[in-house]
């Protein structure tokens, strides 16, 4: 399992908007690189990532090889009740992550 | 073009006619022409100093604004109380009376080929060299301020900061936490922060044991890493690193309450040494030599900058590519350019140069790593020589950590004696 972070308000008022950060640990390998004896190095990098909030997408990327090592997203959301906001990556070779956290809106 | 080859004599005369255009030199005052080095550090101390000894009829006047000098390399034994900080001073005493002036350069103007000094005078020169150092990005780190560095001190510039960091680390009760931000590249010294912290945990094992040291750093690798991090397994478990992709960016400080902020969460500290992104000093700003990234571009081979004629740029301020910011550095390019300027003002072409640099961390008194590198000039940049250089042995003996301690007390001994005699 990859490790991720996430930073989201615990607590928020109703109307709010949040600011919502994660970050996860990968290479994101492109694909284009050679190794050592010429050949490419396999593409290995996250493809997808979704944040649902109580089980509703609210936010989806899709990423490629141009994007750095260890992907650093940030967005924003209306907090709008308390939950649970859940975070999935998915990407090469079945690689898959997901973390969530609660939020309590007043 | 003319289709007809110019002979060398023609040519000869040709370039005696255009040099009577010129402004007028001071060959005229029987002088082989004059240099002004704005910076008495090891860049500038070094130059002015080889200038004469390549030439001595090329005149040479240094400025500088302090009257001493305080070394960066080493100061972090002061910080963990195994060196005095007049170890780190030094003056101008043994330089050639009327070869330094302690003023403030206030004006470069590289028109007029003239700097300002505090007093008003004006020194001309046929060639400048410019050693800035680092000056602190105040707005680099939002919250951090200078005031704010009277209570997180950033230490990165030796002196007073040098020997508050030192005071707060001596005043702190055993149990405490010590939080150091080490910044994106490029930034001077870039071994230093975790040379620091590990004498910090040197000083915190000996003397409190029950502290401890974290590294919130904005990037992913360092340099020698893999030797520090082996050292620190077993010497330091109280030494903690929270690299970039673990949330170690420290994104804003909040003084009043001591604490570290990154995106991922608050660091509370006892003592908080801030290291915050740098750019080359004051000098560089005066005579318009950095570009946009606060850094001096230079030709990777008389150190000339791009953007200002008959200017030389060394030290920590020039965009040196694949060479670190450091003491040794400074002072392998001061060589190299003070050879440049005494071909250029002969009217002769400089030669492509080769540099070295080696920095020696100590990880503990005793315990010296090392890390070496060999470049020359490559597609506009200064580029490592392939296959030189390296870094010390992963699994070397202890007996070979205590040599490379002394080799590095050895080094610093050289390398201030060179400069300051």
Same mark, same amino acid.
Request: glycine share 10%; with cysteine.
């Given at each position: ?18 600011? #919502? ?10 694909? $284009?690189?050679?190794? /050592? ?16 909030? /109580? ?47 609660? +939020?309590?809106?007043? | ?56 009829? #090329? ?35 043994? $330089? ?88 994106? /590249? ?41 030797? $520090? ?50 750019? %080359? ?52 390019? %001061? ?49 490592? +020589? ?20 002394? $080799?590095? /007390? ?12």
């Amino acid at each position: 399992m990859a490790r991720a972070l996430i930073n989201v308000p615990p607590k928020a008022k109703r109307g709010e908007v949040i600011e #919502i950060k994660t970050l996860i640990s990968h290479t994101m390998e492109t694909g $284009f690189r050679p190794d /050592n004896t010429g050949k490419p190095i396999p593409r290995d990098i996250i493809t997808d990532f979704v944040c649902k909030y /109580n089980g509703q997408e609210i936010f989806r990327a899709e990423l490629f090889p141009a994007i750095a090592a260890n992907p650093f997203l940030t967005f924003f959301t209306v907090a709008t009740e308390s939950g649970t906001l859940s975070f999935e990556w998915t990407g090469d070779s079945g690689f898959s992550a997901t973390e969530s956290v609660n +939020i309590s809106v007043e | 073009m003319s289709a007809k080859r110019t002979s060398r004599r023609e040519f000869l005369k040709s370039a005696a006619a255009g040099a009577a255009l010129l402004p007028l030199p001071a060959i005229a005052q029987g002088a082989r022409g004059r240099v002004v080095v704005l910076g008495g550090g090891f860049g500038g101390g070094t130059c002015a100093r080889f200038i004469k000894r390549i030439d001595p009829r #090329i005149t040479v006047t240094l400025v500088e604004a302090n009257p001493t000098f305080v070394a960066c390399p080493f100061s972090n034994g002061v910080i963990a109380g195994l060196r005095d900080i007049r170890a780190q001073e030094f003056g101008y005493d043994k $330089f050639a009376g009327d070869q330094v002036v302690l003023s403030p350069g206030t004006a470069v103007d590289p028109q007029g080929r003239t700097v300002t000094l505090g007093n008003g005078s004006q020194l001309p020169y046929d060639r400048l060299v410019l050693s800035p150092g680092i000056d602190i990005r105040w707005d680099g780190l939002p919250g951090y301020t200078e005031a704010a560095a009277e209570r997180m001190p950033h230490a990165w510039k030796a002196g007073e900061q040098t020997l508050l960091l030192r005071r707060q680390l001596e005043a702190m009760e055993d149990g405490g936490t010590v939080v150091i931000s080490a910044p994106a /590249n490029p930034f001077r010294c870039p071994p230093g922060p975790y040379e620091r912290a590990s004498l910090i945990a040197y000083y915190l094992k000996t003397k409190k044991p029950k502290s401890k040291v974290i590294i919130l750093d904005a990037k992913d690798a360092f340099s020698k890493q893999r030797l $520090f991090q082996n050292a620190w397994r077993t010497l330091y478990p109280n030494l903690e690193w929270v690299s970039l992709s673990n949330g170690g960016k420290v994104t804003s400080v909040d003084v009043g309450e001591m604490t570290l902020v990154t995106d991922f969460g608050r660091h509370k500290a006892e003592v908080a040494n801030v290291i915050p992104p740098q750019k %080359a000093g004051r000098n560089a700003e005066i005579a318009g030599v950095a570009d946009r990234t606060g850094w001096c571009p230079i030709d990777p081979a008389t150190f000339e900058s791009k953007l200002q004629p008959n200017v030389h740029v060394i030290g920590d301020a020039s965009i040196a590519g694949a060479m670190p910011k450091s003491a040794f550095s400074a002072n392998a390019q %001061a060589k190299v350019c003070a050879a440049a300027v005494a071909k250029l003002i002969a009217g002769e072409r400089p030669d492509e140069p080769r540099l070295i640099n080696t920095c020696y961390s100590l990880v503990a008194p005793d315990y010296g790593i090392s890390v070496e590198g060999v470049y020359r000039p490559a597609d506009g940049q200064i580029k490592e +020589i392939e296959g030189t250089g390296g870094v010390s042995a992963l699994d070397a003996p202890n007996s070979t950590r205590a040599l490379e301690a002394t $080799f590095a /007390n050895a080094w610093f001994n050289t390398i201030t004696t060179e400069v300051f005699g």
